[in-house]
């Protein structure tokens, strides 16, 4: 694998599919304006970015995902929220009897952040703070390529067309209901949207959330959405990270997808996430 130094950093690709690892920070001290510039370049490069080694406390963490854009607030009411207002545990630990972070067991489907609000988080950080023997691994995909290797006769069909994405998976992470019920958070996107910086297209539908393609009958609608969910979570397209602790993973959320495998809900996981805003697919 080609290895790039600058300004004292190292930047190596972490799979086939996506992913840059950097290597020669300490996220614990600021960053200056020409490693973080590089540091963010890699990140439009390889769609998610990988930092091992980390020793992070909330406020270090904060203050490097700053450096992205602007904070995202927590938009759903969980537990585990840390003192900064952006900040929320992903943890199946309890304490006192209630668990003290969000999310915090099973498999969850492969979706994209907070893509049922008009402006979905244009980032997601995860700090790993413990971590299972086994599985709890984030799976990333690139949709990049998913919406590249598309037949092109479904690239035409499907050009600016909307899909309805849907927040209904609070007692599942695998669960993709057939009507919207009163009160779920929804909002429409394009099937196929344009990165702000990058100018590519991705494709923007995914397991857990999607619902429904607006203006296709629904037959069809649920067979090309099948298509699209096995298609964009082929191998190829995927990186597995297999967290250790210390790790701290910054990703794209206009052009990846991630799901997390299962674990056994005895062992402690607990990752620390804060999201940065975004604006309006187009």
Same mark, same amino acid.
Not at 73 to 82: A, Y
Not at 112 to 121: F, G, L, M, R
Not at 189 to 202: D, G
């Given at each position: 694998?080609?290895?790039?130094?600058?300004?004292?950093?190292?930047?190596?690709?972490?799979?086939?599919?996506?992913?840059?690892?950097?290597?020669?920070?300490?996220?614990?001290?600021?960053?200056?304006?020409?490693?973080?510039?590089? +540091?963010?370049?890699?990140?439009?490069?390889?769609?998610?970015?990988?930092?091992?080694?980390?020793?992070?406390?909330?406020?270090?963490?904060?203050?490097?995902?700053?450096?992205?854009?602007?904070?995202?607030?927590?938009?759903?009411?969980?537990?585990?929220?840390?003192?900064?207002?952006?900040?929320?545990? +992903?943890?199946?630990?309890?304490?006192?009897?209630?668990?003290?972070?969000?999310?915090?067991?099973?498999?969850?489907?492969?979706?994209?952040?907070?893509?049922?609000?008009?402006?979905?988080?244009?980032?997601?950080?995860?700090?790993?703070?413990?971590?299972?023997?086994?599985?709890?691994?984030?799976?990333?995909?690139?949709?990049?390529?998913?919406?590249?290797?598309?037949?092109?006769?479904?690239? +035409?069909?499907?050009? %600016?067309?909307?899909?309805?994405?849907?927040?209904?998976?609070?007692?599942?992470?695998?669960?993709?209901?057939?009507?919207?019920?009163?009160?779920?958070?929804?909002?429409?996107?394009?099937?196929?949207?344009?990165?702000?910086?990058?100018?590519?297209?991705?494709?923007?539908?995914?397991?857990?959330?999607?619902?429904?393609?607006?203006?296709?009958?629904?037959?069809?609608?649920?067979?090309?959405?099948?298509?699209?969910?096995?298609?964009?979570?082929?191998?190829?397209?995927?990186?597995?990270?297999?967290?250790?602790?210390?790790?701290?993973?910054?990703?794209?959320?206009?052009?990846?997808?991630?799901?997390?495998?299962?674990?056994?809900?005895?062992?402690?996981?607990?990752?620390?996430?804060?999201?940065?805003? %975004?604006?309006?697919?187009?």
């Amino acid at each position: 694998m080609e290895h790039t130094n600058v300004a004292d950093i190292q930047i190596r690709p972490v799979s086939a599919a996506l992913g840059m690892e950097i290597c020669g920070v300490d996220l614990s001290e600021p960053l200056d304006h020409e490693k973080f510039n590089r +540091i963010q370049q890699a990140w439009h490069d390889g769609l998610i970015l990988l930092i091992r080694g980390q020793r992070l406390e909330e406020d270090d963490q904060v203050r490097f995902c700053e450096q992205f854009g602007v904070l995202g607030s927590v938009l759903n009411k969980h537990t585990g929220g840390g003192r900064h207002p952006s900040v929320m545990y +992903i943890s199946n630990i309890k304490e006192n009897g209630a668990l003290i972070g969000a999310l915090p067991d099973g498999e969850m489907y492969f979706h994209s952040d907070q893509c049922y609000v008009e402006k979905p988080a244009m980032a997601t950080m995860l700090y790993a703070m413990e971590i299972p023997k086994k599985g709890g691994d984030t799976i990333f995909s690139n949709m990049y390529k998913a919406y590249e290797t598309l037949p092109s006769e479904l690239k +035409i069909k499907l050009e %600016g067309l909307m899909a309805v994405n849907v927040y209904d998976y609070e007692a599942s992470g695998t669960k993709r209901g057939s009507k919207i019920a009163e009160g779920v958070k929804h909002f429409a996107h394009p099937v196929f949207r344009t990165h702000p910086v990058t100018k590519r297209k991705a494709l923007y539908v995914n397991r857990l959330m999607t619902d429904h393609i607006i203006g296709l009958p629904i037959n069809e609608s649920n067979d090309i959405l099948n298509f699209l969910f096995d298609h964009a979570e082929q191998a190829e397209f995927t990186y597995a990270h297999k967290w250790t602790v210390g790790d701290i993973i910054i990703w794209d959320n206009r052009c990846t997808l991630h799901a997390r495998s299962d674990f056994d809900s005895s062992e402690r996981r607990k990752l620390r996430r804060i999201t940065v805003l %975004g604006e309006k697919p187009f």
